[in-house]
């Protein structure tokens, strides 16, 4: 899509630009978990830029782009949206030894957490989870994506990166199964009291599973993500690496992240890795 940054910070009245002044004040102190928050007009990928710089910051590092030209969610796929009409952004986590590292994988899944509930919490509309990293809401009755999370180990830590759509119109939408928070009719569509609700929910939850050494159950992240899906109860397709095919229905997610899946043959099946497909509900 083509970029309006170029035409001044404040190019679009609807979509003023972030300040990140009033951020580091807000979410940067003695004790917390967020170290800086930066804000750029433009790059490819915050994703990219903050795993190229993770060895040299300390956690907590967040780096705020007020447009992605080469924006990545899961397989790949392009996330690509108008300038200051979401908020694309990325975070340095680095758990150490206080979590063994086979439980990192549950970060994506605790990033899905917070984004709903700070949203829900800031924006004033429902937010559901898609397994194992989509943010829904719903438009005119239909359940739409308008969010992703996006993890990268590296050397020391993990890179998590967070897209969500907040004033996208229906013309602005990268294919008509999208959604953003303004279609939703949310309450609120500030994108800074969004970020910051966002931010410190995900540092709270973050701090109780790092307590709880990583376990899910132990933290409450294992029921509050179970809370919050709505792929649970649902009669599922998942395309999975190499090719296979997996079809019924999504009853749990498991101590590992991983979606359970109870075939018409009546054999459970986990889902680690893949594409999974809504087809009906069954609850």
Known sequence: MPSDASTGRWSSLD?????????????????GLWSSVEVVAATGSTNTDLAARA?????????????????????????VAPAR???????????GDSVPQERWGWLTLLAG?????????????????????DLLVTVEGEERK??????????????????LNVTL????????????????????????????????????????WRAAGGDPAA????????????????HVRADLPGGRTLTGTAEAVDADGRLVVRTAEDRHETVGAGDVVHLRSVR
């Open 55 to 79: 060895g040299g910051l300390p956690e907590g590092a967040v780096l705020v782009a007020e447009e992605q030209t080469a924006g990545r969610g899961r397989l790949d796929r392009s996330w």
């Open 219 to 234: 933290s409450g992240l294992q029921e509050a993500y179970a809370a919050d899906c709505v792929t649970l109860g649902r």
């Open 15 to 31: 979509r003023p630009p972030l300040n990140a002044a009033v951020l580091e004040r807000a979410l940067v102190g003695d004790g």
């Open 169 to 208: 119109t229906e013309d602005e939408l990268p294919v008509p199964e999208a959604g953003s928070l303004i279609l939703a009719k949310a309450a609120v569509t500030d994108r800074e009291p969004l970020l910051k609700a966002v931010l410190r929910s995900l540092e709270h939850w973050y701090g109780e």
């Open 146 to 163: 308008t969010g992703g999370i996006l993890a990268e180990r590296v050397s020391d830590g993990v890179v998590l990166g967070i897209g």
């Open 85 to 95: 009409s979401g908020l694309f952004f990325s975070v340095l986590l680095k758990p």
């Open 113 to 133: 957490v917070a984004a709903a509930t700070g949203v829900s919490r800031a924006a004033g509309v429902d937010t559901a989870l898609k397994w194992p990293n």
